[in-house]
């Protein structure tokens, strides 16, 4: 058997689950986008309703506006934090078995439950919660906090907890990967630590930190159950829009905003993919 | 050893709260879950006891955790043996190129970044579309291969890209057909992280919910229920289930943990002199 056949045969069940379960839920995404909905069932007729719809309205481009929002101040911090952790794992700390054990401890809570994750800031952030009892002690505040729960505040510190960790372990992976020698002819050039860390480790670490940002830009882009739970119900994102159309069964207009969504990740994605070759990476 | 630069100091504190921030939510809801039966959903607590559990156990007024949890299993399982069998396949077949691996590349990408709810949007459509059911082991498992056979082939692809190629010329120099290659030669070596691949595919799958959401059916997984607890319960029930799912996550990695230990301990004891050199 020639070998290319052989390797097609072996990447065929692959392929087969892309094709069934990726490539036609779009295309049928993309066909129901174009239906027309009554309140009791779907129509299959060609119309331009949904967009004229979507694009008309004000909701949709405040929505999106808030969507990057969101995506654009969590990676902001997940960043700043898993490169800081990343960093203090990579070249802080000295043996490998230490570096493997701190780092399955950061990995641990990823196990857990991601809505049992969100609903437990709800005893920390709510107006009789940890956080504003702390803060009524120490005499910061002489009123609870409101704004701590179900606000845009939790909705952010949410993902920040939830998807850091998908930026420290692109970054630590690289980092290991930095041949140690350049640091050393850094600093024996005369390179103090800030200077080796900007000029020579935040350079090479730059794939890593792209494909963590890709992961938390999506992940941040595509959620719905963070918003509503942590928003309480009073913010929304594109992935909010959608799941509120699901639930009201207007699939076609839900199917609209999905391929706008799916356009405008792909947009995003296209960009960050031009500053690093993934499959280089790996 | 040369000393800790100060830098070494403030890291290493920066480290340690962002362990508080990771551990402390669900730290706090483990003890909360041990509130009195007057308790409420935060602090002071009301008495401790195991009511919530109890409450959890017996009454099933929530739902049907335990159908749910029994499912939500299976599904992990199935997911995880396809993910393991398929991205090995797909990891030995992308060693070489065949025609179309750069589009297939692309396409799994797309899945990996690709918004959840689309997929569960769309397969969803499809199946009510064509008639079909959907049903947390047809169209629920399929969805969740989307995000679980990604990531295996990821993994495949870090391990492969750093697989001795040396090991398998010696093997055909020796004698052995292509399987008995794999199967004596390349499974054994990059076994440890097919265990790696193994844990991935199952936590995805048993933690999945937005691609899980329209392609489930009737049934609920797990996720599924404790998402419609948050809706509508609000005693402190839904951290005892928390404190629970958590508990059962760290068995599971126990679990996997012991098998690499094992499997570790068994090569170890084969005696392999591999790497030893003859000196």
């Given at each position: 058997m020639p070998k290319s056949l052989k390797s097609l045969l072996m990447v065929s069940p692959l392929a087969a689950v892309m094709l069934v379960f990726l490539v036609l839920p779009i295309v049928m995404i993309a066909i129901v986008s174009f239906w027309r909905a009554t309140e009791f069932s779907i129509i299959p007729a060609f119309s331009f309703e949904n967009y004229e719809f979507l694009f008309g309205s004000p909701v949709t481009y405040k929505v999106f506006l808030n969507t990057f929002k969101y995506a654009l101040i969590t990676w902001a911090f997940t960043l700043a934090i898993g490169f800081t952790v990343a960093y203090f794992l990579a070249f802080h700390v000295r043996s490998q078995n230490m570096q493997i054990v701190l780092f399955l401890l950061c990995t641990i809570p990823f196990w857990t439950s991601n809505i049992i994750r969100m609903i437990s800031w709800i005893p920390f952030l709510g107006r009789n919660g940890i956080a504003n009892s702390a803060l009524l002690s120490m005499g910061v505040i002489d009123q609870p906090v409101e704004w701590l729960l179900f606000s845009d505040f939790a909705v952010i510190l949410a993902f920040v907890h939830l998807y850091t960790l998908f930026m420290v372990v692109p970054i630590f992976n690289t980092m290991m990967r930095i041949d140690r020698s350049l640091i050393e002819a850094a600093r024996d050039a005369g390179a103090s630590g800030p200077q080796i860390l900007w000029n020579v480790i935040v350079p090479l670490t730059k794939p890593g930190i792209m494909i963590g940002t890709i992961f938390v830009v999506t992940l941040v882009m595509g959620d719905f159950i963070t918003v509503r739970i942590m928003s309480g119900s009073q913010s929304a994102n594109v992935g909010r829009l959608i799941s509120n159309d699901i639930a009201l069964l207007q699939y076609p207009s839900a199917a609209a905003t999905a391929v706008i969504l799916l356009i405008t990740v792909l947009m995003v994605i296209g960009i960050l993919l031009r500053f690093v070759d993934i499959r280089k990476e790996l | 050893m040369e000393p800790r630069p100060r830098s070494f100091y403030l890291l290493a504190a920066f480290f340690g709260l962002f362990l508080l921030f990771l551990y402390g939510p669900t730290i706090t809801i483990a003890i909360l879950s041990f509130q009195g039966p007057q308790g409420g959903l935060t602090f002071p607590m009301n008495g401790t006891s195991v009511y919530w559990f109890k409450d959890l156990f017996e009454q099933q007024a929530v739902g049907d955790i335990w159908g749910s949890f029994r499912r939500s299993f299976a599904l992990g399982f199935m997911v995880m043996v396809t993910t393991v069998v398929?991205?090995?396949?797909?990891?030995?077949?992308?060693?070489?190129?065949?025609?179309?691996?750069?589009?297939?590349?692309?396409?799994?990408?797309?899945?990996?970044?690709?918004?959840?709810?689309?997929?569960?949007?769309?397969?969803?459509?499809?199946?009510?579309?064509?008639?079909?059911?959907?049903?947390?082991?047809?169209?629920?498992?399929?969805?969740?291969?989307?995000?679980?056979?990604?990531?295996?082939?990821?993994?495949?692809?870090?391990?492969?890209?750093?697989?001795?190629?040396?090991?398998?010329?010696?093997?055909?120099?020796?004698?052995?057909?292509?399987?008995?290659?794999?199967?004596?030669?390349?499974?054994?070596?990059?076994?440890?992280?097919?265990?790696?691949?193994?844990?991935?595919?199952?936590?995805?799958?048993?933690?999945?919910?937005?691609?899980?959401?329209?392609?489930?059916?009737?049934?609920?997984?797990?996720?599924?229920?404790?998402?419609?607890?948050?809706?509508?319960?609000?005693?402190?029930?839904?951290?005892?289930?928390?404190?629970?799912?958590?508990?059962?996550?760290?068995?599971?990695?126990?679990?996997?943990?012991?098998?690499?230990?094992l499997t570790a301990r068994r090569k170890a004891k084969a005696g392999s002199d591999a790497g030893k050199g003859m000196v």
């Amino acid at each position: 058997m020639p070998k290319s056949l052989k390797s097609l045969l072996m990447v065929s069940p692959l392929a087969a689950v892309m094709l069934v379960f990726l490539v036609l839920p779009i295309v049928m995404i993309a066909i129901v986008s174009f239906w027309r909905a009554t309140e009791f069932s779907i129509i299959p007729a060609f119309s331009f309703e949904n967009y004229e719809f979507l694009f008309g309205s004000p909701v949709t481009y405040k929505v999106f506006l808030n969507t990057f929002k969101y995506a654009l101040i969590t990676w902001a911090f997940t960043l700043a934090i898993g490169f800081t952790v990343a960093y203090f794992l990579a070249f802080h700390v000295r043996s490998q078995n230490m570096q493997i054990v701190l780092f399955l401890l950061c990995t641990i809570p990823f196990w857990t439950s991601n809505i049992i994750r969100m609903i437990s800031w709800i005893p920390f952030l709510g107006r009789n919660g940890i956080a504003n009892s702390a803060l009524l002690s120490m005499g910061v505040i002489d009123q609870p906090v409101e704004w701590l729960l179900f606000s845009d505040f939790a909705v952010i510190l949410a993902f920040v907890h939830l998807y850091t960790l998908f930026m420290v372990v692109p970054i630590f992976n690289t980092m290991m990967r930095i041949d140690r020698s350049l640091i050393e002819a850094a600093r024996d050039a005369g390179a103090s630590g800030p200077q080796i860390l900007w000029n020579v480790i935040v350079p090479l670490t730059k794939p890593g930190i792209m494909i963590g940002t890709i992961f938390v830009v999506t992940l941040v882009m595509g959620d719905f159950i963070t918003v509503r739970i942590m928003s309480g119900s009073q913010s929304a994102n594109v992935g909010r829009l959608i799941s509120n159309d699901i639930a009201l069964l207007q699939y076609p207009s839900a199917a609209a905003t999905a391929v706008i969504l799916l356009i405008t990740v792909l947009m995003v994605i296209g960009i960050l993919l031009r500053f690093v070759d993934i499959r280089k990476e790996l | 050893m040369e000393p800790r630069p100060r830098s070494f100091y403030l890291l290493a504190a920066f480290f340690g709260l962002f362990l508080l921030f990771l551990y402390g939510p669900t730290i706090t809801i483990a003890i909360l879950s041990f509130q009195g039966p007057q308790g409420g959903l935060t602090f002071p607590m009301n008495g401790t006891s195991v009511y919530w559990f109890k409450d959890l156990f017996e009454q099933q007024a929530v739902g049907d955790i335990w159908g749910s949890f029994r499912r939500s299993f299976a599904l992990g399982f199935m997911v995880m043996v396809t993910t393991v069998v398929v991205s090995v396949m797909g990891g030995l077949a992308f060693r070489s190129r065949f025609p179309g691996s750069g589009l297939l590349f692309y396409l799994i990408i797309t899945s990996l970044v690709i918004p959840s709810i689309l997929i569960s949007l769309g397969v969803g459509l499809m199946f009510s579309q064509s008639g079909m059911k959907v049903h947390w082991a047809t169209s629920g498992y399929g969805s969740q291969l989307t995000w679980t056979l990604p990531f295996g082939l990821l993994i495949m692809f870090a391990v492969f890209n750093r697989f001795d190629k040396s090991y398998e010329e010696a093997a055909r120099d020796l004698g052995a057909t292509p399987w008995q290659t794999i199967r004596h030669v390349v499974l054994p070596i990059i076994g440890p992280s097919l265990i790696g691949v193994a844990l991935f595919g199952f936590t995805l799958s048993y933690d999945e919910f937005a691609r899980t959401l329209l392609t489930a059916g009737s049934y609920n997984t797990l996720p599924l229920e404790i998402y419609g607890m948050t809706t509508n319960v609000t005693t402190p029930v839904l951290y005892a289930l928390g404190t629970l799912t958590t508990v059962f996550s760290f068995l599971m990695i126990g679990v996997f943990l012991l098998l690499v230990t094992l499997t570790a301990r068994r090569k170890a004891k084969a005696g392999s002199d591999a790497g030893k050199g003859m000196v």
